[in-house]
């Protein structure tokens, strides 16, 4: 499984920037997968994002109303919308991924298995 951000960009607050991550390897119909982003200065990793194959959508209470997930069931790529961006959102962005039995999304934070490289994202004032 390989995963792959981009989109991540440099905007002022009350900007938007859509993230993408492209999946390749991801084959079984029951999956789980989500956004999580690191803050600069080595921050706690937190989830932002999740969506699964039950259908089920979670957010972040500190995204929620500005930012989107969504899936191309037809290729298997994950988006963010992010809409009305802070300063506090700037981090770097991961997309992750479980697949196989089980695999919903407990949380916004799930443990993934596989993660990208990430995208930065920097939003300033």
């Known amino acids: 499984v390989h995963l792959m951000e981009s989109g991540g960009g440099s905007v002022q607050a009350g900007g938007s920037l859509r993230l993408s991550c492209a999946a390749s390897g991801l084959s079984d119909s029951s999956y789980c997968m989500g956004w999580l982003r690191q803050a600069p200065g080595g921050k706690a990793y937190e989830g932002v994002a999740?969506?699964?194959?039950?259908?089920?959508?979670r957010y972040a209470d500190a995204v929620k109303g500005r930012f989107t997930i969504s899936k191309d069931n037809t290729n298997n790529n994950l988006y963010l919308q992010m809409n009305m961006l802070k300063l506090e959102d700037t981090a770097m962005y991961h997309c992750?991924?479980?697949?196989?039995?089980?695999?919903?999304?407990?949380?916004?934070?799930?443990?993934?298995?596989?993660w990208g490289q990430g995208t930065q994202v920097t939003v300033s004032s």
């Open positions: 992750g991924a479980n697949e196989g039995a089980g695999a919903y999304c407990y949380s916004v934070f799930p443990v993934y298995k596989y």
């Open positions: 999740t969506i699964d194959s039950t259908g089920n959508i």
